[in-house]
């Protein structure tokens, strides 16, 4: 694929890390338009070599767990010591609520002025698999422009948590100090993914703090009881309001990173999540297509109807459709 | 679709109650030959007005809380007054380990013997999806043969009991009384789609049963606090291998079915029941027709080097290879 000269200019504008040519990028890889689409398509495979050497950081946690407060106290460390901060976000009912992550900028205002920083809301194309699409591509484009940390941010629901596991090198769950919150998490299949387990406002009350600490190290440890296998993700307390715990936690995600470099496994993570990627692009756009198709458009209505009324059977409907799909 | 003689004779028999020409219809819904799959569509279609009156029960736990001695259990209950029991399986390891559900009749050698009962083990296509696929078929050919109860058994592993949880009335989860065999369900995702909670073996150690109780209704309590909104599901204690508490737990059973009944709540679950069925089709049908497809085939093993090589964006790859697929 060759490059037509705006993207070119993205290409060399991402190089100098402009943060203008990065919004610019990170707008056309976001773009829904087919012809933008062969665009972004370019962009990304060159990007490609530049890309890759950051270390990508998920942080989830329910409404109140503090994210804001907890990834710019973080971000405002790490730039302190001569990193490039990107935050961006997977939260697919941000089109819909107009934002509930980072729609806002105010949250996190003393981060959003760094020059050291850049802030990007989530798109919010509507479904969690194009969200978290255009939230991978931004990441790349992050990468290429020389940010170092990228810190994605997501809401505490289940699938969106799993889907940011899915991207990022060490997953952070931010837990509250209340009772019944681990057991939340486990419900979501979060825990599971969790890397780092964090309990924010320990400040408030330490007892409570303490007694979650057990409780989610109870958890843990009757999982791997059961065959889980994995050494257990550490359990950490802090205050991101009061900016206390922040160091320890960098030094505990720097040591996960370097145990999975030593080890090889972080290459394998990177690997595996790069086929899965293609792979739910792959499922997304196949579906995209049945969904688009005339035939299928047209016939579907009168199918759906016959499912309902127990007329025909569903899978020989599915049968049915899926012959229109390929005339 | 008209029938052939051979499919007619099924019919016939099936609808007389025949158990030769129930387990030849499954065998026939069960192929995997694309002659034989015109066949069995045809079979559905004309079968389905006489599907859909059974009460369809799931059955699930983790190996050893004693799912064969309680269906045995059940199913004898059921049989003396005056029910017809068809016991299946989804179990897609069976593929695999030669079968750990149902493999094995003698593992229920009382009731397989019972004119009313009917077991037939867990078909074995390899993938979730299609032994779920082929189980929910079965369902159908057995209600048409007059089964008026059929028990769905499934190993104790997430994605398995989500996709019984999805194709039955009520969806029963059989729990030891260990301590942590609720974390590991929650955990699992399988409380929140449980309708009943079984705490099985109750009478090894009542004090067991008594505090697995109290830990299940106090976990469902947290979630439902946490905005689930539905009533909560009844944990019951019972002993499968004495008979003990099977006819309470058929009272409780029968109570959530004409609650269900009464408010429409029934009706609406079988209607998005037989939706995402044929959903699921689709997706699994899509995806197999790609995986088939001459043009991808021969790209994917360089596209898979390429995209783990990081020499392509993995969404650049997924687009190539769709682009093959429409030619």
């Not at 994605?152 to 019944?180: C, H, R, Y």
């Not at 486990?186 to 406002?201: F, L, S, T, Y």
């Amino acid at each position: 694929m060759s490059l037509s000269p705006e993207t070119l200019a993205l290409v060399e504008g991402l190089r100098r890390g402009e943060r203008r040519a990065l919004a610019k990028s990170i707008t056309l890889l976001e773009s829904t338009r087919r012809d933008d689409r062969v665009r972004a398509d370019a962009l990304l495979n060159e990007l490609l070599p530049s890309t890759g050497r950051s270390c990508r950081l998920g942080i989830s946690g329910v409404p109140g767990a503090g994210k804001s407060t907890f990834i710019e106290a973080l971000g405002l460390y790490l730039i302190e010591r001569g990193h490039r901060v990107a935050v961006l976000a997977v939260d697919p009912s941000s089109s819909r609520s107009g934002g509930s992550v980072l729609g806002d900028k105010t949250r996190m205002e003393r981060l959003s002025v760094q020059p050291a920083a850049y802030i990007r809301p989530s798109p919010s194309s509507g479904t969690l698999g194009g969200v978290a699409e255009k939230t991978r591509e931004a990441m790349l484009a992050c990468e290429a422009a020389g940010f170092d940390i990228i810190i994605i941010e997501t809401v505490g629901v289940g699938q969106s948590e799993i889907a940011v596991a899915g991207m990022t090198d060490v997953f952070v769950l931010l837990q509250l100090p209340n009772a019944g919150d681990e057991l939340q998490a486990i419900k979501r299949g979060v825990m599971e993914v969790a890397d780092m387990i964090v309990i924010n406002k320990a400040d408030l009350d330490a007892d409570a703090a303490t007694r979650a600490r057990a409780m989610i190290t109870s958890a843990l440890r009757t999982f791997s009881l059961h065959g889980r296998g994995d050494s257990q993700p550490p359990v950490l307390q802090l205050s991101a309001l009061k900016g206390e715990g922040i160091a320890d936690f960098w030094t505990a995600a720097g040591q996960i990173v370097a145990e999975r470099h030593a080890s090889g496994a972080f290459t394998e993570r990177r690997r595996s999540q790069a086929l899965s990627w293609m792979w739910d692009n792959v499922h997304a756009r196949l579906l995209a297509d049945f969904h688009a198709h005339p035939g299928v458009r047209a016939a579907l209505p009168s199918v759906l109807q016959d499912v309902n009324e127990a007329k025909v059977a569903p899978s020989a409907a599915a049968r049915a459709l899926l012959e229109l799909f390929k005339h």
